[in-house]
């Protein structure tokens, strides 16, 4: 009998932002793979009878090529397994969720995706930074500040723009560069950037400033990955609608 393969969402962090869904999956499982974004809380969840496997993914050292993954995600499967690849956030929000089922849906092997909260969603809510509101911001956007080749090369006029919020995944590593793009492209100096530091842990923390001081922030705090950028008018709630003291 051959086996399924759960793309399951883990959440930003907070063991109880795991969907009902993907509790019980995870802990039905045979085989869990599961990468750095995966909080300690989470990865306890792993029943004690699963095998576990850490496949990492720290930024520019993966500890185990996305080819590999997809090889040993189909291998498992085809031994008759229950198999969960557990991911940070969403699956399908800069999580490789897609590369990964193409690889399965090419072998034949049976999947499911069970989606997770985003980190923007998580951090937004935990630190008090509603990313839509009828004064402030009626989109949002996500990006990625760290594209396939390193480089951080965004539409940048399209990122400039009027009640927008702009939420910046892999950002901390690019923020210099892009703080002065968005600028350059109009950005208004004084619009307002918070950083949230492990969101929704009880390690989060939270910084705000305005994007052109906000990378020297970073620096003297010493903010590590991961952190989530929100860029925008909305972040100016932030003091009063922050509730979470970790
Ligand atoms: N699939 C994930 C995102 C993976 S990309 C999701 O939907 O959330 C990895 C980036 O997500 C990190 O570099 C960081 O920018 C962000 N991120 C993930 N978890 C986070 C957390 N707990 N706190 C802050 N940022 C987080």
């Known amino acids: 009998m051959s086996g399924k393969v759960y793309l399951v969402g883990g959440g930003p962090g907070d063991p109880e932002l795991l969907t009902l869904k ?60 229950c198999v969960v690849r557990l991911k940070g956030g969403d699956p399908f929000i800069f999580g490789r969720g897609g590369e990964e089922i193409e690889e399965l849906v090419d072998a034949g092997v049976e999947f499911e995706v069970i989606p997770g909260v985003t980190a923007a969603a998580g951090c937004a809510a935990y630190a008090g930074i509603p990313l839509t509101h009828r004064d402030y911001a009626q989109s949002v956007r996500f990006v990625t500040g760290h594209l396939k080749d390193g480089s951080t090369d965004l539409p940048w006029n399209e990122l400039v723009h009027p009640a927008q919020t702009l939420v910046i995944y892999m950002g901390l590593t690019g923020l210099a560069e892009t703080a002065e793009k968005l600028v350059a492209h109009g950005m208004n100096k004084d619009i307002p950037v918070a950083v949230v530091e492990k969101g929704t842990t009880l390690s989060q923390r939270v910084f705000t400033s305005n994007i052109c001081e906000i990378n020297q922030v970073v620096i003297e705090n010493e903010v590590k990955s991961p952190s989530l950028l929100i860029i925008g008018d909305v972040v100016k709630l932030q003091t009063r609608l922050s509730w979470f003291k970790p």
């Open 22 to 81: 993907a509790h019980r999956i995870l802990t039905q499982a045979d085989v869990v793979l599961y990468d750095r974004l995966v909080g300690d809380q989470i990865v306890a969840l792993i029943p004690d009878n699963a095998e576990a496997l850490y496949v990492g993914k720290a930024k520019s050292k993966h500890s185990l090529p996305q080819e590999d993954i997809n090889k040993l995600l189909c291998e498992k499967a085809a031994e008759g397994k």
